[in-house]
């Protein structure tokens, strides 16, 4: 029961601010490098694979693009009126 309760709450959170899934992606990914490059910091081996931290930056902004340029194309076939030919 409590399982279905904090369901339901993430989904009207989720609809409530329009997120989708490839939004989280994005965010996963470019929080996930945040972690990597704050870890190049204090362990320097890490530094040789920093490149790789800034493509998953780029990676994850272009999810959290995509992630809008879904939610408005959504919105914008939902307001548009069935043709009836």
């Not at 992630?67 to 408005?72: A, L, N, Y």
């Amino acid at each position: 029961m409590a399982i279905n309760t904090f369901y339901n709450r993430c989904l009207s959170l989720f609809v409530m601010f329009g997120i989708n899934t490839e939004m989280i992606t994005g965010i996963a990914l470019v929080l996930l490098a945040i972690l990597f490059m704050i870890g190049a910091v204090f362990f320097k081996p890490w530094e040789t694979i920093l490149i790789v931290d800034y493509v998953l930056v780029a990676i994850g902004a272009a999810f959290i693009v995509l992630g809008v340029w879904t939610r408005r194309n959504s919105k914008k076939e939902q307001t548009e009126e069935p043709s009836h030919h």
